[in-house]
C-alpha cells in the first residue's frame, strides 16, 4: 500500500504550486523593505535572517485551473525560507518544513518575518532565500558562514623534548578549526628563534610560521619554553607550550679565583654554574672535606637562567683557620665539574700618623726653623762686623743693644755646638716622617 504525502510535503507542494504557476496578482504590489544581510557566526552560537515585506497583506494570489483550486477571489501571498543551494523549503509563513528542530520561523503580525537556526553548525552554512510568491516571483538572499575557533590537536602535537646539546629537535604543531588556523612559534622568553640551513648559514627571527619548527645544532642558548601560537581570524587564538630540554656536560666558573680579606670580617665566594639536568652542587676545602651550612658557612643558589645558577659561599668572621682553598663542585648525569678559589689574608694598611706626633713634628720643625733662623741671624751678623762697611742709623740701637751677646757668639765653641745641635734636629725629623 502507497503512502500518502505527509502534511509538510502537502505544504510545501501548494507552495511550489503556487510558485510555478503563474498567479494572477491583485493589488499592491509586494516589496522588500531592507536587504537580506550576510550572517557569520561562529559554531554553536544562533543565527538570525530577518525579511521585511511591505504591501504583503494587501496582495492576493489566484491558482490557476490546473491547480484544482479556487477561481474566486485568490489567496493571500506567503512569504517562505528556502536553502538556495540545497533547494529544500525550510518554512511557508509561520510553519518549518523542514525536519530540522533546530529552526523557528516567527513573524510580528505585520510586515517581518525571521527564521531563526540555534547552535549552528558547519553543514548550515550556505545560502538563504526569503521568497514571495508573487508574480513574477521576488526574492532575496544573504549568506550564512559558520566559523570555528582554532583548537589545538594534542594527539599530533608535539610534548617536551629533550636533546643533546649538538644535535637537531623537530617541534609540530597541528591545529583544527574554519578558516584554517595559521600556526606561528615563539619562545616564551621573548629570545630570537635560530634556524641553520647548511650553506645560507644561520638566521635569527622573533617568530616563525610553519607547523613544523627544525632546530639544528642545538645550543643550551636555545633551551626554554617555545610556544605554538594558532590563529585564524576567529577569538580565541590558541596556544601550547613545548620545553625543549638541552643536555650538557655541567660547566663551573670562577669570577675570581684569589680573594683577599681582612681577619675578622665576613667574606663571600661565588662560582657560576651550568649544567643541565639540574645538577647537584656543594663547596668543600682542599683537603676534599664538604662545607655544610652552620653559624660559620652560609651556602645558596640563585637562577640566573633555565640552566645556570650562582652558588655563592660566605664565610663569617674570618680568621687563619679559614684561608686556603675551596672548591665548588657540579655533578648531574652526565658527568661532572669543578674550580678552585684561593682565599688569603689581606692587611689593613697602617696608620702611624696620629694627631700627638703631628704636634710634635711641628714643634720639631718650629724649633728647626727658630734655630736655622738663629743660625742666620748669626752668620748675618758676624758677617756684618767683619765685613760690612756701612752703618745705617737704624743698626745702632741692634749693635749697642746686642754688642754683648755677638762677642759672645764669636767664640768657636759656641758655633760649633749651635751646628751640631741644627744638624740633629735635621736628622730627628727625617726619621720620624
Known amino acids: 500500500m502507497v503512502q500518502g504525502p505527509t502534511m509538510p510535503n502537502r505544504l510545501a507542494a501548494v507552495f511550489l504550486l503556487h510558485v510555478l504557476y503563474a498567479p494572477i496578482a491583485t493589488g499592491f504590489v509586494p516589496d522588500f523593505l531592507h536587504p537580506l544581510e550576510n550572517v557569520t557566526i561562529s559554531q554553536g552560537r544562533d543565527a538570525t535572517f530577518t525579511c521585511v515585506v511591505n504591501n504583503l497583506g494587501g496582495n492576493r494570489v489566484s491558482s490557476s485551473a490546473s491547480a484544482g483550486g479556487d477561481h474566486g477571489a485568490g489567496a493571500k501571498a506567503r512569504v517562505a525560507w528556502i536553502k538556495a543551494d540545497t533547494k529544500a523549503i525550510l518554512a511557508i509563513h509561520e510553519h518549518v518544513i523542514t525536519n530540522n528542530e533546530r529552526l523557528s520561523v516567527t513573524h510580528n503580525d505585520y510586515n517581518t518575518w525571521t527564521l531563526n537556526i540555534r547552535g549552528a553548525r558547519r553543514e548550515d552554512r550556505g545560502v538563504y532565500m526569503c521568497q514571495v510568491n508573487t508574480n513574477p516571483m521576488k526574492s532575496q538572499s544573504a549568506y550564512l558562514e559558520v566559523v570555528i575557533p582554532p583548537d589545538i590537536v594534542y594527539e599530533e602535537t608535539s610534548g617536551d623534548l629533550m636533546v643533546p646539546e ?14 584554517k588556523p595559521k600556526i606561528t612559534w615563539k619562545r616564551e622568553d621573548e629570545a630570537e628563534i635560530i634556524t641553520r640551513n647548511g650553506a645560507s648559514g644561520k638566521t635569527r627571527m622573533q617568530s616563525a610560521e610553519g607547523e613544523v619548527l627544525t632546530l639544528t645544532k642545538v645550543t643550551r642558548s636555545e633551551m626554554g619554553a617555545y610556544l605554538c601560537i594558532a590563529a585564524n581570524g576567529v577569538p ?3 596556544s601550547k607550550r613545548i620545553m625543549l630540554h638541552v643536555h650538557f656536560h655541567p660547566m663551573v666558573q670562577v669570577p675570581n679565583q ?14 657560576q654554574v651550568e649544567a643541565s639536568p639540574k645538577a647537584i652542587n656543594y663547596w668543600t676545602r682542599e683537603s676534599g672535606e664538604m662545607i655544610i651550612s652552620n653559624s660559620k658557612y652560609t651556602m645558596t643558589e640563585s637562577s640566573t637562567s633555565v640552566y645556570s645558577v650562582l652558588m655563592s659561599l660566605v664565610i663569617r668572621n674570618l680568621n687563619k683557620q679559614d684561608l686556603g682553598g675551596y672548591k665548588c663542585i657540579s655533578k648531574n648525569s652526565i658527568g661532572d665539574a669543578e674550580n678552585s678559589i684561593r682565599l688569603y689574608d689581606m692587611e689593613l694598611p697602617k696608620h702611624p700618623k696620629k694627631h700627638g706626633d703631628r704636634g710634635g713634628m711641628e714643634d720639631a720643625s718650629d724649633l728647626s726653623n727658630e734655630r736655622d733662623h738663629r743660625l742666620n741671624h748669626v752668620f748675618q751678623g758676624s758677617l756684618r762686623e767683619t765685613g760690612s762697611t756701612m752703618e745705617s742709623p737704624e743698626d745702632e740701637d741692634y749693635t749697642t743693644g746686642a754688642g ?3 762677642e759672645r757668639l764669636e767664640s768657636p765653641v759656641i758655633v760649633s755646638i749651635l751646628l751640631v745641635s741644627s744638624l740633629l734636629s735635621s736628622i730627628l725629623m727625617c726619621q720620624r716622617v
Not at 649538538?166 to 578558516?179: D, E, F, M
Not at 684569589?258 to 662560582?271: I, K, Q, S, W
Open 258 to 271: 684569589l680573594v683577599g680579606a681582612p681577619p675578622g670580617t665576613d667574606v663571600t665566594l661565588l662560582c
Open 166 to 179: 649538538g644535535g637537531s629537535a623537530k617541534l609540530i604543531c597541528k591545529a583544527r578549526g574554519y578558516p
Open 236 to 238: 580565541p587564538s590558541v
Open 404 to 406: 754683648a751677646v755677638r
